[in-house]
């Protein structure tokens, strides 16, 4: 089974602005950016699910049972399943981030994520730390 090149190519895209706009610091571009990411995963899923247009389910004609037969022309039901649900976790995902994006601008006014001040604080007490017990430099 061959891939298709330009779906190929969109998935790469939307991986490489999905990571680009998650490591943002406003908020909103993170959301749009694990959205982003998503659709990229949902279409790997799909890629991986075989050719397009072909059903996933093939029975014998005029019966009532659905019959499973993965054979050639069929394509396999799990990453269709693995899209549904990937979509509906991605959507609670994102329904969460935006609540936490909306709380975050009416305490602050602002979506865009500040430096914590212990953080810094530790930041600059590292690297006299690492000095003192770093056995390369007393070599």
Avoid: K
């Amino acid at each position: 089974m061959t891939g298709n090149l330009t779906l190929a190519l969109l998935m790469g895209l939307l991986y490489g602005v999905g990571t680009y706009l998650l490591l943002q610091r406003t908020l909103t571009r993170v959301v749009v950016g694990l959205g982003l990411l998503a659709h990229g995963a949902n279409l790997l899923l799909l890629q991986a699910g075989g050719p397009p247009g072909v059903a996933p389910f093939v029975g014998p004609e005029g019966a009532g049972v659905v019959v499973t037969s993965f054979g050639e022309g069929t394509a396999d039901p799990l990453p269709q399943a693995m899209v549904l649900t990937a979509i509906v976790i991605s959507f609670g995902v994102t329904a969460f981030l935006l609540a936490l994006a909306f709380r975050s601008w009416v305490l602050t006014g602002d979506d865009e994520v500040r430096d914590d001040v212990e953080d810094a604080r530790v930041a600059r007490e590292r690297p006299q730390e690492q000095a003192h017990t770093d056995p390369e430099a007393e070599l």
